[in-house]
């Protein structure tokens, strides 16, 4: 055999291997753990939004517990633990709840640590989360700073959160039991729904605290009257200002309760004001009870 044919030889074997491996390697089976699809207005926000803002975008997830029909915002930081509050999650346990990534996944749990006295829980995620926020400082934010929240208010459920932006207008010292709890008043469109929420000093991406509450300014009157029309037959009572020889409150018609309802939304319904844990209480809670998560 002549050199040259060897040399033919040897090539064409080669050639046959090269196209066998691409071959091969074309015919790999998909990833099922490929990432799905990003949904249409997650892309959108995330198109419109600046790096750091989409960085806080992908770490703020939808936290639902259909057992007491309450939903609220949930954020994870880089740590992996996620972050809620207690009334978010309070009556339930973790197989009750989940949480919906922007991206569209579900997310299960494992464990819940909660904290009722700063109304803060803690969350262990079923399988490992990828990004999450670094805490900020525990200085307080000065007066007049701009700050912002991620979150799903109201009746929004994503999948992608949607953004409130406000002031730090004070601070007000929440009495629960005999701890006092150090919140961060913030002239803003809070609603339920946000709470749970990280509360950012923008443009930064670290946690300064987690939202709270609306701040209602209603009386406390109001709920009970809200209370007595949920059980029809009930004697709508316990309102009114005037007290019967006997001790007992004048009770009041429904239509005289829907007026007083009525009236106090009209005085109040333009004010806008929210409270977000300060950063200070998160960071002791993850001191005392991080560790159990993993327990």
């Known amino acids: 055999m002549s050199r040259n044919r060897l040399l033919r030889g040897l090539f064409g074997i080669m050639f046959l291997i090269t196209m ?37 975008i992908k770490s703020v997830y939808l ?13 994870l930081l880089k740590s ?12 339930c346990t973790s197989a009750d709840l989940w949480a919906l990534s922007p ?5 299960t749990f ?15 995620p079923t399988n490992r989360l990828d990004g999450g926020f670094e805490l900020g400082s525990d200085i307080s934010p000065k007066l007049e700073t701009r700050v912002t929240t991620w979150g799903f208010p109201l009746i929004y459920s994503g999948p992608a959160p949607i953004l409130s932006v406000g002031y730090v207008a004070g601070y007000n010292d929440a009495q ?3 701890a006092v709890v150090k919140h961060i008043v913030v002239n803003g469109a809070f609603n339920p729904g946000n709470s749970g929420g990280p509360l950012l000093v923008a443009p930064d991406n670290k946690v300064v605290g987690v939202v709270v509450w609306k701040m209602r300014l209603l009386p406390d009157w109001v709920q009970t009257l809200i209370t007595g029309f949920g059980h029809p037959g009930a004697s709508v009572c316990c309102v009114a200002e005037e007290t019967l020889p006997d001790g007992t409150k004048k009770g009041v018609s429904s239509e005289e309760a829907s007026g007083m309802i009525l009236q106090q939304f ?12 300060s950063v200070s209480e998160l960071k002791a809670f993850l001191r005392d009870k991080e560790s159990e998560l993993q327990q």
């Not at 494992?110 to 009722?116: C, E, F, H, N, R």
């Not at 009209?266 to 844990?277: C, H, K, L, P």
């Open 103 to 107: 991206m569209g996944e579900k997310i």
């Open 266 to 277: 009209y005085n109040t319904v333009q004010v806008m004001i929210g409270e977000a844990t």
């Open 63 to 75: 936290l639902v517990c259909p057992k007491t029909d309450k939903k609220g915002t949930a954020f």
């Open 20 to 56: 066998c491996c691409a071959f091969a390697f074309g015919q790999k089976k998909p990833d099922e753990n490929a990432s799905k699809p990003t949904p249409v207005s997650t892309q959108w926000l995330l198109d419109s939004a600046g790096p750091i803002q989409r960085d806080a």
């Open 176 to 178: 629960v039991g005999a």
């Open 80 to 91: 992996g633990t996620m972050v809620t509050d207690n009334h978010v999650i309070e009556g």
């Open 110 to 124: 494992s464990k819940i640590v909660p904290d009722a006295n700063r109304d803060l829980a803690l969350l262990r």
